[in-house]
């Protein structure tokens, strides 16, 4: 049995914590990074189109596995900030349930700095990859209505 998260809140506000210990934004990134090698990756055969995110600035690949009213994730990217950011993405909501996922005020990255460093590539993939983890909770959603 998958260990159920606890609420999204509750985990944007002790990531942010962990960033407020950090004092500047080469060791932010560094910290960063060091999430990013948390994300287990996936496969050869599961790096295809379908589940590559559009907008980034390297390649991100994200699959999402609805089970037992919550989302799942796998993820990964051949670029460490990047791998970093979808890390912080999955830690939030991985294991949610879709309706929370998509009423769920995702503001960590503002609040720990991170969209003020990012470069627009990079920004532009942070949107990117919010967008898909919530398109992919909506047709969830969808998906547990009919049933």
Partial sequence: MMNIPSNMKSIQ???AADF???????ERYAYLMDLGK?????????????????GCQSRV????????????MSADSEAFIARGIIAL???VFNGQTPSD??????????????????????ANGLAGML???R???SLALGTQNRN
């Fill in 38 to 54: 948390e994300v287990q990756g996936l496969s050869p055969e599961e790096k295809t189109s379908d589940n590559l995110i559009r």
């Fill in 20 to 26: 407020e210990y950090l004092d500047d934004w080469e």
């Fill in 101 to 122: 996922i998509l009423n769920e005020n995702f503001d960590l990255p503002e609040r720990i700095g991170l969209t003020a460093h990012l470069s627009p590539g990079r």
């Fill in 135 to 137: 398109h992919d909770a």
């Fill in 61 to 72: 690949w994200l699959i999402t596995r609805y089970e037992n009213n919550r989302l799942w």
């Fill in 131 to 133: 967008s898909r983890i």
């Fill in 13 to 15: 506000d002790q990531l």
């Fill in 89 to 91: 993405l999955m830690k």
